[in-house]
């Protein structure tokens, strides 16, 4: 008896060891919403712009299949390989919408360019298996008259999770330029 219980012990722990570092981190990666993390994520994109450069921002945070608007809508990674989107712009989030599993989420705030010119950003990220944040569409547009306030804390909201009413998705006519996307 003592003799099976240690042979049984003994395969649970070699199987336990089995576990890939990568199966360990997946299992332990936040499951719920968390705001905070993309708003982190935001800053450090910004903090990254000042330091390294906006091609290298832009680029480093990007999702594999991420979409931008130069104005029309290029694909991110494609368009960064030979031109840049700027340099000098510095911005910030003023609020943050999160998909209630937290796999994905919005933030949107304003931006302030060298020349004093100004304009609002929206910005989709998505979370990787690793926990990472990464952007899957950024959009700004210039303002003009007056730059949007900022607040004095972010506005943090999240979805409610719970069963999806029966929505009817539309597809555009023959020729039109859209893509929809689900949080996973």
């Given at each position: 008896m003592m003799r099976s219980l240690a042979l049984t012990l003994g395969a649970a722990l070699l199987l336990s060891a089995?576990?890939?570092?990568?199966?360990?981190?997946?299992?332990?990666?936040?499951?719920?919403?968390?705001?905070s993390a993309i708003i982190a994520a935001e800053l450090a994109f910004n903090r990254l712009a000042?330091?390294?450069?906006?091609?290298?921002a832009f680029r480093e945070t990007a999702h594999k299949d991420a979409v931008m608007f130069v104005p029309q809508r290029v694909k991110a990674l494609d368009w960064l390989r030979?031109?840049?989107?700027?340099?000098?712009?510095?911005?910030?989030p003023h609020a943050v919408y999160a998909s209630c599993d937290g796999n994905?989420?919005?933030?949107?705030?304003?931006?302030?360019?060298?020349?004093?010119?100004?304009?609002?950003?929206?910005t989709v990220w998505l979370r990787q298996r690793d926990g990472r944040f990464?952007?899957?569409?950024?959009?700004?547009?210039?303002l003009t008259g007056t730059p949007r306030a900022a607040p004095e804390f972010i506005d943090g909201r999240q979805a409610k999770c719970g069963n999806r009413p029966s929505v009817g998705v539309e597809a555009g006519d023959i020729g039109d330029d859209l893509a929809i996307g689900l949080s996973p």
């Open positions: 089995c576990v890939s570092a990568e199966t360990r981190r997946e299992r332990e990666r936040p499951l719920a919403a968390n705001p000042q330091d390294k450069g906006m091609q290298a030979s031109n840049s989107p700027g340099s000098g712009i510095s911005w910030s994905a989420g919005a933030t949107t705030g304003g931006w302030t360019g060298p020349n004093g010119s100004f304009g609002y950003f929206t990464e952007w899957i569409l950024d959009h700004g547009v210039p």
